[in-house]
């Protein structure tokens, strides 16, 4: 009996160990609530122990990757404008003017998979914001007028962000390597639609009325609150949104076939550039394809990489070399973009990405360097969420995926039981020339051979 009994105690003491070991791998520390009205608008609330201020991130789950009518891309990014220009009770202006006297930072930011609009205010006005806020999402109201004036705004935008190389490149890369998914264009857009814009009021209602519906949307309140309060303001201000019957269905992009490849002719002084990108997975939770090509981003293509230090800082043949490879719902491009110091060494840069992508296919990387990575990036990560706008933005970024805060821990999760053989091993799959997308830019008269 006694040695059941030590069993017993031994068993307890060893489930608790376990569960505190959970809890200590935890990158989001703090306590979150998750509900769900009865209209399905998802409300996500964390009490922080930053005083005083409060930070509400609403997130639509609605972004280029939804625009799959011909002629009709940019209405995502177009609908962040429009959101600002007024709604039924609340005149155009009035909601700058809500904001300015509320001391109060407001923006949005359009991507992908996600429109997203958020605030950070004094906790005694969370009332007054959820309610103008509510009243837009629900009630957004404008003139043909106004909705004209927007287009014009948008089309200024997209004018001035064409002038950058790297603008131009990034929409030349989409179309290259997507043929049939909406990845294929920008947030912004083709310019011929957004020069259409004036003409399309009726579709912009139509768009708004489709995506903007409270089953895609969640709102994130972050700061010194109290969950119960939050959750019933929301209702009394949300509970009447009426849910939405759009559905939808994402084209597929088939498989690539052969490598592509795309130059720009540049009409003004520019140094060249070069993006190399190869087809990789969508984001999971549950597979492992992407988590492991996170770890070797950073590995393979991070400043603390061979060919960082071999390229910018030893040969100093590139001015700037950046991996890029963020979680989207579908299938997306593992791309890195370098800024090459002298045209004649574009293609020189060019091979030694390619080359770099390669060597990982075979080459397995230690064991140390991949326990260090998982260190640093979940140290990164947990150091950046230092503000309650700083947690609520990073919680957008997951809820757009899953709409569960939960997404981060899993990550997480993933990363850490990702091998040196995992990672050798999805590099192989996806690597491959066939996946291989390549853009070059450089000033007219001497570009890429």
Do not use: C
């Not at 209209?39 to 280029?64: F, K």
């Amino acid at each position: 009996m006694k040695l059941l009994l030590v069993f017993f105690v031994l068993f307890l003491a060893a489930a608790v160990i376990n569960a505190d070991a959970q809890q200590a791998r935890k990158v989001l520390p703090y306590q979150y609530k998750v509900d769900d009205l009865a209209n399905g608008l998802r409300v996500v609330t964390v009490p922080t122990d930053y005083p005083n201020l409060v930070s509400v991130y609403t997130v639509v789950q609605a972004g280029s990757r939804n625009e799959v009518e011909k002629n009709r891309s940019g209405y995502a990014h177009f609908f962040e404008h429009l959101m600002f220009r007024g709604s039924e009770n609340y005149a155009p202006g009035r909601f700058d003017e809500v904001m300015k006297k509320a001391g109060a930072s407001s923006n949005a930011y359009t991507s992908d998979d996600r429109t997203v609009y958020h605030e950070t205010f004094a906790k005694e006005d969370l009332d007054e914001v959820l309610k103008l806020e509510a009243d837009r999402f629900q009630r957004l109201k404008f003139t043909p007028e106004q909705f004209k004036t927007e287009a014009g705004a948008v089309l200024g935008e997209y004018s001035k962000n064409s002038s950058a190389p790297t603008f131009k490149m990034y929409e030349v890369l989409r179309e290259t390597a997507f043929n049939n998914h909406t990845y294929s264009h920008t947030t912004m857009g083709y310019i011929a639609d957004i020069k259409d814009y004036p003409n399309q009021f009726d579709y912009a209602l139509q768009f708004f009325n489709r995506f903007y519906r409270p089953e895609n949307t969640t709102i994130i309140v972050v700061g010194d609150i109290n969950q119960a309060d939050v959750l019933q303001k929301i209702k009394q201000y949300y509970g009447g949104w009426e849910r939405g019957d759009f559905k939808q269905l994402i084209p597929v992009e088939p498989l690539q076939k052969q490598a592509r490849s795309k130059h720009i002719d540049w009409e003004s002084q520019t140094l060249p550039y070069v993006m190399v990108a190869y087809r990789a997975p969508a984001f999971s939770e549950t597979e492992k394809d992407k988590a492991a090509l996170d770890l070797l981003s950073a590995i393979a293509f991070g400043e603390n990489s061979d060919i960082y230090q071999k390229l910018v800082l030893e040969q100093q043949k590139a001015a700037r070399l950046a991996p890029d490879f963020d979680n989207h719902l579908d299938p997306e491009l593992f791309t890195v973009t370098a800024e090459v110091k002298n045209v004649n060494d574009l293609n020189y840069v060019r091979d030694e990405i390619i080359k770099t992508y390669k060597r990982f296919t075979t080459e397995k990387i230690s064991q140390k360097q991949l326990d260090e990575t998982r260190s640093r990036i979940r140290y990164g990560f947990s150091m950046a969420m230092n503000s309650n706008d700083a947690i609520a933005g990073t919680l957008a970024a997951f809820v757009a995926l899953r709409r569960s805060p939960e997404t981060i821990d899993k990550v997480f999760a993933m990363y850490d039981s990702i091998t040196t053989e995992d990672i050798r091993f999805y590099a192989e799959k996806y690597f491959k020339d066939n996946n291989q997308t390549v853009v070059t830019l450089a000033t007219k008269k001497g570009g890429a051979k």
